[in-house]
């Protein structure tokens, strides 16, 4: 079946530093990619939708300056949480629309951890 | 964010029960999702449901499209312990923006 790939899956940095999740559709091409994060023991919370070729569209509350959305091609969309601080730690989701078929897949999940 | 309510918030149950969980909403969705996660994971999809009144089963699970289409429920018929884990329902919108529930944490015991 249609897999979503995401790397890293997990991740340690330090305060202060930038760190990119990449997301991959690995056997289809995505059109809309979105971005979800989830805290310990609670439900996943939509951050932006990502769209091929252009600007993504951040949900209410989200930082855009923060976290920074770049959809460069059909299969993969990237994720940079900037200056990470310990309150970004969280678990990150993305999930791809297939351009074919418009079936929705989850990738694995990237946990981030910001000492 | 928003978020759907879902209920139960947590079940403790022993094998061979069924379960039940349901969510609700104040907005329409046009489509009904089940996911089940384990963790540190993605959701994987259950079911999805497209029509209000729609009743779907896969194997042990059934769910059903509220009439409203404010609301969904999902049934486990006979659990075994591998169906521990976290359900979130999900309302669609257009574009294939997915709103969540709050979570059903399942606790199946031998």
């Known amino acids: 079946g249609a897999v979503v790939s995401q790397h890293p899956s997990r991740v340690i940095c330090k305060s202060g530093t930038s760190v990119k999740i990449e997301c991959r559709s690995l056997d289809f091409q995505a059109t809309t990619m979105f971005w979800y994060r989830q805290f310990p023991k609670q439900s996943l919370m939509l951050m932006a939708t990502?769209?091929?070729?252009?600007?993504?569209?951040?949900e209410q509350g989200v930082e855009k300056d923060k976290f920074l959305i770049n959809h460069a091609s059909l299969t993969l969309s990237t994720l940079t949480v900037t200056s990470a601080h310990p309150e970004d730690s969280s678990f990150y989701i993305c999930?791809?629309?297939?351009?074919?078929?418009?079936?929705?897949?989850f990738g694995e999940g990237s946990r981030l951890t910001v000492l | 964010g928003q978020q759907l309510n879902q209920s139960p918030q947590s079940m403790f149950i022993q094998e061979g029960e069924d379960v039940s969980m349901n969510c609700t909403s104040s907005s329409i969705f046009n489509t009904w999702l089940w996911y089940k996660q384990d963790p540190g994971e993605g959701p994987v999809l259950l079911i999805a449901l497209y029509k209000a009144g729609e009743l779907t089963s896969n194997g042990r699970l059934t769910a059903q499209f509220g009439i409203t289409r404010k609301d969904s429920f999902l049934n486990i018929s006979a659990s075994i312990p591998s169906d521990v884990g976290i359900y979130f329902c999900a309302g669609q919108l257009r574009t294939d923006k997915l709103i969540f529930g709050t979570g059903t944490r399942l606790q199946v015991f031998p």
């Open positions: 990502s769209n091929e070729g252009s600007k993504a569209t951040y």
């Open positions: 999930s791809a629309t297939s351009q074919n078929t418009g079936e929705l897949f």
